[in-house]
């Protein structure tokens, strides 16, 4: 079993940064893959970004270059540097944590509007 709570929302102008991060709790992190999703009212939940076990990391296009996943095993942490941001970018980011059974978090706001 495994808990994760999300922190590091907020609201931004178009073109800042946020950082979100992402505690975990109850179980050995390191074999986890790790990931952040959003999920902006009507639409569907989608995957943001990802990084295995290993360190490898997937982005969804729309993100590419402008967010950077990583992640802490030491600290049981995982983080979305989120850069260059956009008035789309504006969800709610959940935390995932994945082995066999999926754990999400709670969810963190992100809202980007001048």
């Known amino acids: 079993q495994v808990q994760l709570v999300e922190s590091g929302g907020g609201l931004v102008q178009p073109g800042g940064s946020l950082r979100l991060s992402c505690a975990a709790s109850?179980?050995?992190?390191?074999?986890?893959?790790l990931g952040w999703y959003r999920q902006a009212p009507g639409n569907q939940r989608e995957l943001v970004a990802r990084i295995t076990s290993a360190g490898t990391t997937i982005y969804a296009a729309s993100v590419k270059g402008r967010f950077t996943i990583s992640r802490d095993n030491a600290k049981n942490m995982v983080y979305l540097q989120m850069n260059s941001l956009k008035p789309e970018d504006t969800a709610v980011y959940y935390c995932?944590?994945?082995?066999?059974?999926?754990?999400w978090g709670q969810g963190t706001q992100v809202t980007v509007s001048s």
């Open positions: 995932n944590a994945l082995l066999g059974v999926d754990y």
């Open positions: 109850g179980s050995i992190f390191s074999p986890y893959n």
